[in-house]
């Protein structure tokens, strides 16, 4: 499992970018040139793994800028939990997701301002309906008065407050295997997932069922 958790994070995270580190928490693998030339290589560290317990995962996201590094360069950017590889979620068929997010999304870069926001669940084969997954609710920036949201689609579900609490059953024969959370405000998706908000989502026992000889690889 932890195997494929490494596995799976840093190839979805190099897709973004070939190498990255978060200054304050989690790391990753990043190379740099000495002052003699010499190519230094940083220690990899796991992005943290949240699972679920007795059948529910439990978790808060928070969406907010911090201070992170990529290439070599340091900047703010928003991202979730004050990490550039954002959390794992780990989930079982069969099990609730009651998961809170607090879009606190502010100027930084690649955003010129706060920002309306939500979380899709990509991948996912799960009810669309509120509190479930669906990427038309717009959650306001806590940096911003409820007079101030960008009503800029026609079709949408805006809510004041800065906190929502997402809700959903996956259902007993979903897919097991890798899936993905990210942002999904219609005009604003590109911006934000960019900036860094995105991370694993996975429905746990594809190696364990079907790959049994994985089992006790660490």
């Not at 070939?18 to 190379?31: D, Q």
């Not at 911090?66 to 360069?73: A, R």
Request: net charge negative; aromatic share 10%; proline share 6%.
């Amino acid at each position: 499992m932890k195997l494929f958790i490494s596995y799976a994070c840093w190839l979805f995270i190099s897709v973004t970018v070939l190498s990255c580190k978060n200054n304050k928490k989690n790391t990753s693998a990043t190379t740099n040139k000495t002052d003699d030339g010499a190519v230094a290589q940083e220690e990899l560290i796991d992005p943290l793994v949240i699972e679920s317990k007795d059948g529910v995962l439990r978790y808060k996201l928070t969406a907010k800028p911090d201070e992170i590094s990529v290439g070599g360069k340091t900047f703010v950017s928003n991202i979730y939990n004050g990490s550039y590889a954002a959390p794992v979620l780990v989930v079982q068929q069969g099990d609730s997701i009651d998961l809170e997010f607090d879009n606190q999304i502010d100027k930084a870069f690649n955003i010129d301002g706060p920002q309306d926001s939500n979380l899709h669940y990509h991948g996912m084969g799960v009810t669309p309906k509120e509190p479930g997954d669906n990427p038309y609710v717009h959650i306001r920036s806590k940096k911003n008065d409820s007079t101030q949201m960008h009503y800029e689609m026609p079709v949408g579900i805006y809510h004041k407050s800065n906190i929502y609490n997402y809700q959903f059953w996956v259902p007993k024969n979903h897919p097991q295997g890798t899936h993905w959370y990210h942002p999904h405000p219609h005009g604003k998706s590109e911006q934000q997932q960019l900036s860094g908000m995105s991370g694993l989502l996975i429905v746990d026992g594809l190696i364990r069922d079907h790959y049994t000889e994985y089992n006790d690889v660490r």
